[in-house]
């Protein structure tokens, strides 16, 4: 099992920065990739970003050259960067792990909002 636990995100102005955090613990060995997700209401959950374990980063092109994911090995964290917000990036964010050979492991969620 991977447990996965986020922080970060709140409240913020069109135009701000937040920064979300994702902490795994468990079973992270078979982790080669982690990154979120997001939920904006009655919408369905969507790729934000990703990172692989090699460093390797993709991203969803509604957030590109905004959004910055990055990573900590040493702490098992993974971040997102998130500048020039938008009230259409208001949304609950999912960290998540892909891990060989199981499912994909999600943490709790946080919400953005970001106000006009």
């Known amino acids: 099992q991977v447990q996965l636990v986020g922080s970060g995100g709140g409240l913020v102005q069109a135009g701000g920065s937040l920064r979300l955090s994702c902490a795994a613990s468990g079973r992270i060995s078979g982790i080669y990739r982690m990154g979120w997700h997001r939920q904006a209401p009655g919408k369905q959950r969507e790729f934000v970003a990703g990172?692989?374990?090699?460093?390797?980063?993709n991203y969803a092109d509604s957030v590109r050259d905004r959004f910055t994911i990055s990573r900590d090995s040493a702490k098992n964290t993974v971040y997102l960067q998130m500048n020039s917000l938008k009230p259409e990036d208001t949304a609950v964010y999912y960290c998540?792990?892909?891990?060989?050979?199981?499912?994909?492991?999600w943490g709790q969620g946080t919400q953005v909002t970001v106000s006009s």
């Open positions: 990172i692989t374990t090699g460093g390797s980063t």
């Open positions: 998540n792990a892909e891990v060989i050979g199981s499912n994909r492991y």
